[in-house]
């Protein structure tokens, strides 16, 4: 334990220095796998020391944001440290706190595409955790029904399997509400009141009620309508800031926006919503179920540069949408089938290569990557070498092809992926999952392996 700690940080006092010292950060964080770092001068980063670090699995560049990735758990464990060591002021609200508002802001006009997509996240990254659990205690209850492995628990004591759905299902029940407070946050609103937008829009009184010839529909549009209603309601409550008088302003501006944004949510937005949330779900199952081989295909093979563009962030609310408008996830496995592409590339490349660094990287970075999360494998292994990483592509496309075909779902929306996605997966596609990863895997190293990468030295 000593130990570990020692290098976690030893790991944070070597990144410090590496990224120029305290004064030269602008903010600091992490993610599940990632040291996210925003410097005022990239000109004082040691990047070629920084990259050879023992601990640092890869790098990568998002705007302004250097990435280092160091693996899950250790993410956060470096980040702390890394705070530890630095001064109160640069730890407070002062001054780095103008500095982070410059850096985001030179981020957002700089690539407002980038930018977009990474409010998109923010709004749904907070909510893995809850995804995560509920989508695996709903794959215990699908274990736990099924008489060939958990015998009559099912019907023997149907009170703890009713308990474990109400747990694996409140997710679902509240996630509208999540959605609209985390969405509130990010784009500088009220949380409260993006939580209240939210709980109008799910209200079961919507169904007593007729507006223009047409029954209204509670929670119609899901989280699309919800993104929608929230935007408007912190840009209107924003505003309202602005141009009430600041003695009327904390009384009258929460009412105002409520019944401002919550008229048109249900006249506009909320419709709206509906027909782009239903062209979602009906677009990507019908592309699923007409597409076949071709489109699992294409859609596991091209996830991989998706993902180092940080374009696939756009495609967390579809997920979402189809377990809202479906109860299952069509698109999740096949997109799996990417990260364990990733596998068989770097086992190949693990049993040609000579270069003891490397050796010790894939075989840090390998059972997490079974576990599915592919960063260090992506960006330790596969991606600098370059072939590997077309050989991992085209080894995923094989697996998404077959998922597709076998029309594979999953019953979460996202956060787990690799093995563990097995438990997630609908009633009598198990093994097809099973199947699919294990070619998958064999199809990844057979592409690596004839392609072969240029063995780097020590």
């Known amino acids: 334990m000593a130990t570990a700690m020692n290098k976690t940080h030893l790991l944070a006092s070597k990144i410090l220095q590496g990224v120029g010292g305290e004064a030269n950060i602008s903010k600091l964080e992490n993610c ?13 980063l040691d990047l070629a020391s920084l ?9 990568l560049k ?19 440290a890394m705070r530890l060591q630095l001064s109160p002021v640069r730890t407070g609200s002062g001054e780095n706190d103008i500095a982070r508002n410059k850096a985001n802001a030179k981020a957002k006009y700089s690539a407002p595409m980038s930018g977009a997509l990474r409010k998109l996240a923010d709004v749904f990254i907070p909510l893995i955790p809850a995804f995560i659990a509920s989508g695996l205690i709903m794959g215990i209850i699908n ?45 500088g609103g009220s ?16 169904a007593q009620i007729t507006l223009f010839g ?54 506009i937005l909320q419709p ?15 592309a699923i179920d007409k597409g076949g081989l071709l489109v699992g295909a294409i859609l596991a093979g091209a996830f991989l540069p998706l993902v180092l563009s940080g374009l696939h962030q756009g495609l967390v609310p579809i997920h979402v949408e189809l377990i809202q408008a479906h109860g299952s996830n069509p698109l999740l496995p096949i997109l ?44 330790g292994v596969t991606l600098p070498l370059g072939r590997p990483f077309i050989g991992a592509c085209l080894g995923g496309a094989v697996g998404g092809a077959l998922i597709c075909y076998w029309k594979v779902a999953t019953v979460i929306t996202f956060g787990i992926s690799g093995l563990p996605l097995a438990l997630t997966i609908v009633s009598g596609k198990v093994m097809l999952y099973l199947a699919g990863l294990v070619i998958t895997v064999l199809a990844g190293f057979i592409f690596t392996w004839m392609m072969g990468f240029n063995d780097p030295e020590e």
């Open 272 to 286: 709206l919503g509906g027909l782009i949330s239903d062209g979602i779900a009906h677009g990507v199952n019908i």
């Open 143 to 187: 274990l736990l029904k099924r008489p060939d492995i958990a015998g009559s628990i099912a019907t023997e004591y149907p009170n703890i399997l009713g308990l474990l759905a109400v747990f694996g299902g409140a997710v679902f029940a509240i996630m509208n509400i999540l959605v609209g407070v985390n969405a509130a946050r990010v784009f």
């Open 191 to 206: 949380q409260a009141m993006g939580g209240v937008m939210a709980g109008i829009l799910s209200s079961p009184a919507l």
């Open 32 to 44: 599940m796998t990632r040291v996210r770092v925003e410097v005022h001068d990239d000109g004082l």
């Open 336 to 379: 799996a089938m990417a990260g364990v592409g990733q596998v068989g590339a770097a086992i190949a490349v693990y049993m040609k290569t000579r270069n003891a660094r490397l050796k010790k990287v894939i075989k840090g970075a390998l059972p997490v990557g079974i576990l599915g999360i592919g960063e260090p494998l992506i960006f």
């Open 51 to 59: 990259k050879t670090l023992e601990g640092i699995k890869g790098y």
């Open 62 to 80: 998002q705007g302004e944001q250097h990435q280092f990735i160091v693996g899950p758990g250790a993410a956060a464990k470096v980040v702390d």
């Open 214 to 267: 047409e029954t209204l529909q509670p929670g119609r549009g899901g989280v699309i309508a919800v993104l929608l209603v929230v935007a408007l309601m912190c840009w209107l409550e924003k505003r309202l800031r602005q141009w009430l008088p600041e003695s009327v302003e904390l009384i009258l501006n929460p009412l105002i926006t409520t019944l401002i944004t919550a008229t048109l949510a249900i006249i």
